[in-house]
């Protein structure tokens, strides 16, 4: 079991950048595979970013080159950094990890990100 509590979003204009931050606790956090995944309204939630214990990381094409996974296998915790925000990257923004061992996943409470024009 995995308890995953993620820090507030909030409201930034286009072009500018935030920050994310989530806390695992209650199993070991290196059996996870951590990702974000957004949902905008009216669309399905979709893959951000993740990133393997090891460090491996994958993101949708959408973040390329904008969004940058991080994580602190020692303070069990997985950073999104998000830069040259758009409009349409405004979304409810849920942390996510995956036993890859049982392939369970667990799910944040979700935050929202709100990026205006």
């Known amino acids: 079991q995995v308890h995953l509590v993620e820090s507030e979003g909030g409201l930034v204009q286009a072009g500018g950048s935030l920050r994310l931050s989530c806390a695992a606790s209650?199993?070991?956090?290196?059996?996870?595979?951590m990702g974000w995944y957004r949902q905008a309204p009216g669309k399905q939630r979709e893959l951000v970013a993740a990133?393997?214990?090891?460090?491996?990381?994958n993101y949708a094409d959408s973040v390329k080159g904008r969004f940058t996974i991080s994580r602190d296998n020692a303070k069990n915790t997985v950073d999104l950094q998000m830069n040259s925000l758009k409009t349409e990257d405004t979304a409810v923004y849920y942390c996510?990890?995956?036993?890859?061992?049982?392939?369970?996943?667990?799910w944040g409470q979700g935050t929202q990100v709100t990026v205006s024009s």
């Open positions: 990133i393997t214990s090891g460090g491996r990381t």
């Open positions: 996510n990890a995956a036993n890859v061992i049982s392939n369970i996943h667990y």
């Open positions: 209650g199993s070991i956090f290196s059996i996870y595979s």
